[in-house]
């Protein structure tokens, strides 16, 4: 079956990085797009970027622009989310997701994986 | 950017009863639309794409229409697990964008 594990929860202070994976599983890993979601505490969901595990091209909402960078290592079917300059409103719950045509709609969801940016 | 908007922002229903959601897009988006589930503490599961298309193992209680502007999900009759905060999701063009959700308590 169709698996995405992410990694823990992350605690960072402010400035600092964070480097989120997604591990994928059950299927062919380089037939499929990968997208990030983020999702701040009580609130909704925010789209951050995709990228193809075939090619390594990325795409990322202008928001993220300068501080993300998503990589992929095909080697071990993992997706990397890289986010720099951390803010305290990074503070969320960040979702890996597995598209079903393109990078969405995303059919398969990690588990999700919080970071927490904080003094 | 394309704009989402869902209505109401909560929804209060019995269980055995039909629930209709709304969400609008600022400009047409065609069919491009899907329509997500998320109980606390759990990832957000597809339910709709494409407007109309149920995804897989998704029960045939719960069905989406509309095209263009207006969208709608509809419970045909609620089940207790349904309970549960619905967002809408449009991915006609860049960047792709959420609605703000629906939260669908019991009454």
């Known amino acids: 079956q169709v698996q995405l594990v992410q990694s823990g929860p992350e605690v960072r202070k402010p400035g600092a990085s964070v480097k989120v994976s997604c591990k994928a599983s059950g299927y062919t890993f380089n037939s499929y797009a990968i997208s990030w979601v983020r999702q701040a505490p009580g609130q909704g969901l925010e789209y951050m970027g995709w990228?193809?595990?075939?090619?390594?091209?990325?795409n990322y909402v202008q928001k993220f622009q300068g501080r993300v960078t998503m990589t992929t290592d095909t080697s071990t079917s993992t997706v990397y989310m890289e986010l720099r300059s951390l803010r305290s409103d990074d503070t969320a719950f960040y979702y890996c997701?597995?598209?079903?045509?393109?990078?969405?709609?995303?059919?398969?969801w990690g588990q999700g994986s919080l970071v927490t940016v904080s003094s | 950017e394309i704009v989402m908007t869902q209505s109401p922002a909560t929804l209060s229903m019995s269980p055995g009863e039909r629930a209709t959601l709304s969400c609008r897009a600022s400009?047409?988006?065609?069919?491009?639309l899907a329509w997500y589930q998320q109980k606390p503490g759990q990832a957000p599961r597809l339910l709709v794409h494409?407007?109309?298309t149920r995804a897989t193992g998704i029960p045939a209680r719960f069905s989406g229409s509309g095209s263009g502007t207006e969208f709608t999900l509809t419970i045909s009759s609620l089940q207790s697990e349904d309970f549960a905060v619905y967002y809408c999701q449009q991915y006609k063009n860049w960047p792709v964008t959420f609605g703000q959700g629906t939260r669908l308590e019991i009454k």
């Open positions: 494409g407007a109309t």
């Open positions: 990228i193809s595990t075939y090619n390594g091209n990325t």
């Open positions: 400009q047409s988006i065609s069919s491009n």
């Open positions: 997701g597995r598209g079903i045509m393109g990078a969405t709609p995303i059919d398969h």
